[in-house]
């Protein structure tokens, strides 16, 4: 059973687009929400992070969306870059020190 | 500091054989993690240890074994290795802090293929 479901698996932008990553999760537990980026041959490194008690987060051109009643969140990526190239997991905590991660999906921006 | 380390960076095995691979933190985190990574999978956690002497079994434990004998070491064993272990394995540690964002740090990786 996959606890956080992540969509699309690919995607690809042109340079200063949008990028959306969404993702949904099933249990009600959860109470914390990073994103998380690996670059090709390094590990995954934290992004940006929500917990449930706001609707969104800003960190310059990211932005988490969450809607507790639909058990969604989302990724946007403004003005994409090729530098933000990159594969992007979700993840989901709650009752527990362990992250359940989503499969993840490869952006890719072009110049 | 340098963070979390992973050893070795490659490694091709034989089926049938053994091996370990290190992961070392120099954060004096409290809780260690190793994951795998195969394509259109995510992040697999393999086991994990909460603190120096205990471990956990993650969601695919199997053919794996670990050890976390020192706070700075957490060390994931193969006895056996077989095709299905080919992945690349992550190690990462945290140490959750009240009122903080929760991180978990990853190391940089070992990439294993069995044969």
């Known amino acids: 059973q996959q606890q956080v479901k992540q969509s699309p698996q690919s995607l690809i932008v042109q340079k200063g687009g949008i990028s959306i990553i969404n993702c949904a999760y099933e249990?009600?537990?959860?109470?914390?929400f990073p994103w998380y980026q690996q670059f090709p041959g390094k590990g995954p490194a934290l992004l940006i992070a929500i917990r449930p008690d706001v609707s969104e987060k800003k960190e310059g051109r990211f932005t988490i969306s969450f809607n507790k009643s639909a058990k969604q969140f989302s990724l946007h990526i403004m003005d994409s870059q090729p530098g933000d190239s990159a594969t992007y997991f979700c993840a989901a905590m709650g009752g527990s020190e362990k992250l359940v991660f989503g499969k993840g999906m490869k952006l890719t921006v072009n110049p | 500091n340098a963070g979390v380390t992973q050893t070795p960076k490659f490694r091709v095995l034989k089926t049938g054989q053994s091996m370990t691979l290190l992961c070392a933190q120099d954060m004096n985190h409290e809780y260690m993690y190793w994951y795998r990574q195969d394509p259109g999978m995510g992040l697999r956690l393999i086991h994990y240890?909460?603190?120096?002497?205990?471990?956990a079994k993650g969601e695919v434990p199997d053919g794996y074994n670990v050890s976390r004998l020192k706070k700075q070491n957490f060390l994931l064993g193969l006895e056996s290795a077989a095709p299905s272990q080919t992945s690349v394995y992550f190690c990462?540690?945290?140490?959750?802090?009240?009122?903080?964002?929760?991180?978990?740090?990853f190391g940089p990786g070992t990439r294993l293929t069995v044969t």
């Open positions: 990462a540690s945290s140490s959750p802090r009240p009122g903080q964002i929760y991180e978990q740090y």
């Open positions: 249990n009600t537990a959860f109470d914390y």
């Open positions: 240890s909460v603190g120096e002497g205990t471990t």
